[in-house]
C-alpha cells in the first residue's frame, strides 16, 4: 500500500468541516458559500441508478423543509457534471420532480476523500452514501454512512437537523425519537448540588432527578 492509498480519517464532530471548491452543476461553490447557514452534504455512488434516483426525489421532496431550516442541500458523486446535468434532466423528466439543489462533479474524487466517502470494502472508486450535517458556524454537528445497497431516509436528516437546531436555541438535549413539539431533556446534572436541586424541583417532570422534561415553547 503506498500513501496515496491511504484514505484520511472522517472529519469528527466538533471539527470544522475541510474547504472546499468544487464544480456542480450550479457553477463553482466553495464551503464558504454557505456560511451563515446549515448545510446538508451527501454523496451518492452514481447518476443513472436505481437507488440514488430514489434518494434525489426524496431530498427534492424535502427542499422546502430544509430551506424553512435555513438549510441548504449539496450533493456529490464523482462523475462529470455533464452526467449530473442530463440525470437531473432525466429525473424532472421521468419523475415530475424539481432538483434544484447542485450536485458537485468530484470527478478527481479528491473531495470524497478528504471527506471520508471512499470506503474500498464497498467500492474502490465510488463514494458510499455518506451525508454531513454542517451548522452556520461550518462546524460538522453529525454524520451517517449507509451502505451502497440501501437509500436513506432523509425525514430522519429533516428530523436531526431540527433537533440541532433546538439543543443549539434552548440549550438542550433530544430524546429517543424525538419530533418537534415534543417534550426534550434538561441537561444532566453535574454536581451532587445540582442533583438534589432536580430532584426536589417543585412542577419537574420525569421518572428520576437526571431524567428530567421540559417544553420548549
Given at each position: 500500500m503506498t500513501a496515496s492509498d491511504v484514505l484520511p480519517a472522517t472529519p469528527r464532530l466538533g471539527?470544522?468541516?475541510?474547504?472546499?471548491e468544487a464544480e456542480t452543476t450550479q457553477g463553482i461553490l466553495r464551503l464558504?458559500?454557505?456560511?451563515?447557514?446549515?448545510?446538508?452534504?451527501?454523496?451518492?455512488?452514481?447518476?443513472?441508478?436505481?437507488?440514488?434516483?430514489?434518494?434525489?426525489?426524496?431530498?427534492?421532496?424535502?427542499?422546502?423543509?430544509?430551506?424553512?431550516?435555513?438549510?441548504?442541500?449539496?450533493?456529490?458523486?464523482?462523475?462529470?457534471?455533464?452526467?449530473?446535468?442530463?440525470?437531473?434532466?432525466?429525473?424532472?423528466?421521468?419523475f415530475g420532480v424539481t432538483i434544484d439543489f447542485p450536485l458537485i462533479a468530484d470527478v478527481t474524487g479528491e473531495m470524497?476523500?478528504?471527506?471520508?466517502?471512499?470506503?474500498?470494502?464497498?467500492?474502490?472508486?465510488?463514494?458510499?452514501?455518506?451525508?454531513?450535517?454542517?451548522?452556520?458556524?461550518?462546524?460538522?454537528?453529525?454524520?451517517?454512512?449507509?451502505?451502497?445497497?440501501?437509500?436513506?431516509?432523509?425525514?430522519?436528516i429533516v428530523r436531526l437537523v431540527t433537533a440541532l437546531q433546538t439543543t443549539d436555541a434552548h440549550g438542550v438535549a433530544t430524546p429517543a425519537g424525538w419530533k418537534p413539539g415534543e417534550p426534550v431533556l434538561a441537561p444532566p446534572p453535574r454536581t451532587q448540588a445540582m442533583a438534589a436541586e432536580r430532584a426536589t424541583?417543585?412542577?419537574?417532570?420525569?421518572?428520576?432527578w437526571y431524567y428530567r422534561t421540559k417544553e420548549t415553547s
Open positions: 471539527e470544522p468541516a475541510p474547504d472546499f464558504e458559500d454557505f456560511q451563515g447557514s446549515w448545510l446538508v452534504l451527501f454523496s451518492h455512488p452514481a447518476d443513472f441508478t436505481p437507488v440514488c434516483a430514489s434518494e434525489l426525489v426524496a431530498f427534492a421532496g424535502v427542499r422546502g423543509k430544509l430551506k424553512s431550516l435555513g438549510c441548504e442541500l449539496l450533493g456529490l458523486s464523482v462523475d462529470s457534471v455533464f452526467s449530473h446535468i442530463a440525470w437531473v434532466r432525466s429525473l424532472e423528466d421521468k470524497a476523500r478528504r471527506y471520508g466517502m471512499r470506503m474500498s470494502a464497498e467500492s474502490p472508486n465510488e463514494p458510499v452514501r455518506m451525508t454531513y450535517v454542517i451548522d452556520d458556524r461550518q462546524v460538522v454537528r453529525a454524520f451517517m454512512a449507509y451502505p451502497m445497497t440501501t437509500g436513506r431516509d432523509v425525514g430522519e424541583a417543585v412542577g419537574a417532570a420525569g421518572p428520576d
